[in-house]
Every structure is written in C-alpha cells, then in structure tokens.
C-alpha cells in the first residue's frame, strides 16, 4: 500500500492532469471525439548524495508525453519529460520554479536553471539511485 505522502502526490498529479493536457492542446469541440487517454503511474523514492531522499511519480500517458511530481524540500512541483540525448529530462511547469530532473535508468540528478544572467544549471542533488519498493 502506498504511503500518505505518495497517495497525496499521485492525487494531485491526477487532479492536475486535465490542465497539463489542455496546456498540450486539445481538438476543436466539433472534431469527433478522441480516444481515452490512458496511463500508467509509478512512484520511486531515490536516495541520493549525502543521503537526502526524494521521492517522483512518474505519469506516462499513452500519447507519449510523460510527467512527474516531484517531492523536494517540503512541496510538490510538477514536471513535463522531454526526450535527451540518453535518458528522460524532466523539467518544472512553472517557470519560476526551474527545477530540472535528469534521469538515465535507476539513476538520476535534481538540478536549478538559475535566472540570473548566467543561466546556468546548479546540481541539487547528484547520484540519486531508486530505490527498491517498500513492502
């Protein structure tokens, strides 16, 4: 059974997915109706350097676009995947937040896109590793 916080999590995905497809564009009210989304869910806690724990809810849907909620210092931000290199970069809706998520297999890496004028990316948390599920 899934813990408070991820159950919470997952329900606020869920309660925001309607906005993130919206945002994605939807087809004109006379073009015929689309097929059901589906998608699938999964939550991962990683443990990561210097043993700080975050924990991510990946939401795949079936049109191919990928989201998280990720769970970081106290509060809930909500990514959209985009395809890298190798890898999935997820990276925050909200623009004020930048908050950057890089994952490659078990492995991934929480960084910040500073707004100054440099706009460079600062490394949060690096070598963060999923770990197993709870039972």
């Not at 408070?4 to 999590?9: E, F, K, S």
């Not at 809810?57 to 990720?70: E, R």
């Not at 959209?80 to 908050?99: K, P």
């Not at 910040?112 to 948390?125: G, K, M, N, S, W």
Request: charged share 15%.
């Amino acid at each position: 059974m899934p813990s408070i916080r991820t159950t919470r999590t997952l329900a606020a995905l869920l309660a925001w997915l309607p906005l993130a497809v919206a945002a994605q564009g939807t087809p004109p009210a006379a073009a015929p109706a689309a097929p059901a989304l589906v998608f699938s869910s999964q939550s991962v806690t990683y443990r990561c350097d210097g043993g700080t724990e975050i924990e991510l809810v990946y939401l795949n849907l079936s049109n191919g676009n990928a989201f998280a909620a990720l769970h970081f210092n106290g509060r809930t931000v909500m990514l959209q995947g985009r395809r890298a290199t190798t890898g999935v970069r997820f990276i925050a809706l909200d623009e004020q937040n930048s908050l950057r998520w890089y994952t490659q297999g078990m492995k991934g890496e929480l960084s910040f896109l500073a707004a100054d004028h440099t706009a460079q990316e600062q490394t949060l948390l690096a070598n963060c590793f999923a770990q197993p599920a709870k039972r």
